[in-house]
């Protein structure tokens, strides 16, 4: 079988290459699956490169996504020929990923391939629409409604901002995008958004800690010093769900929004999302976002581009979502 393997150097340095290897060499698990698509995240360009932290022990086989075919497995829930999908439970960070044409897994991890989505599109969508679901959900429970006004979506040419786009858009809110790439417009609009809003507006540290009461709602994929100012423009009792640190980690905020406007921060981790939840994200994904929309976010590609691609995500290059062929 074919994978991207890492290699780690003794000067800690790491490197990436498709290989051929041994299926022998697969880590222990339940459920073997022929791997038919996998796709690109942030964290996949860390895994894959510096490691960031995320991974333990190489050679290692990164692809925090996967979806394919069981090929055999030791646990009731699942049959030879069923298909399946995998995202999250540190999947590709402590344990060999999706960047392999098979995978050996846990059957807690796996969820049934949704109705109405194939396993290409299902890696179209992948770790960050998954989230960019849950983080509009945690919005939706938080009593969001396209009456409420317009919604912001911040690093919305990215992987969670330009699933997050399509899929408020088609349900009926007014989505505005905040993006470093102006010439993006056209992508914006086709996605659904009816304002884009340049990165450069919303970079700057907070100076006032309340602004002009603007945003109903926020799907935040860039954290830093760009969350910190929206806070302090999101309407009374709106919320923002917190997803990315694509601009950074610190928070340089005052607590002012919170106590004076009673704005919420929701925080959206879909790593260790429960079963039960990731089947209800799954089936919002497969009624909410229109195929088109996710078809025009789309670029594919093989084993042999990540190690460009993954590069290329961590400096902000990459626009919506890759999928990757691993046959
Ligand atoms: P992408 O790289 O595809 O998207 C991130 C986008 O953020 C970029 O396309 C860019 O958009 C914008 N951006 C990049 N750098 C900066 C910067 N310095 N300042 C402001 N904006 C910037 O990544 P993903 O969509 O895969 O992931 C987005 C974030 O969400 C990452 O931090 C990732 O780790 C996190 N994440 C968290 C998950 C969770 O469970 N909480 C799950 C999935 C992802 P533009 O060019 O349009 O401005």
Redesign the pocket.
Known sequence: MRAVIVEQAEDGSTSASVQEIDESRLPEGEVTVRVEFTTL???DGLCIGPGGGLVKTYPHVPGIDLAGTVEASEDARYSPGDKVVLTGWRVGELHWGGYAQKARVKADWLVPLPEGLTTKQAMAVG??GF?AMLAIMALEDHGLTPEAGEVLV????????SIATAILANLGYEVAG????LE?AQYLALLGASKMVS?DEL?HTVKRPLERETWAGCVD????A?LARVLGQMKHGASVAA??????AQLPATVVPFLLRGVNLLG????MQPYDARLRAWQRIASDLPKDRLQGMMVEARLEDLPRLAAE?LE?R??GRVVVNVN
Request: aromatic share 2%.
């Open positions: 995240n942030y964290k770790t960050a989230t911040t690093g919305a040419t990215g992987g969670v901002g905040v993006t470093g790439r993006q990165r970079d994929a860039v954290g830093g760009m997803v990315g640190l694509a601009g950074g959206i981790d879909s790593v995500i902000g990459v626009r």
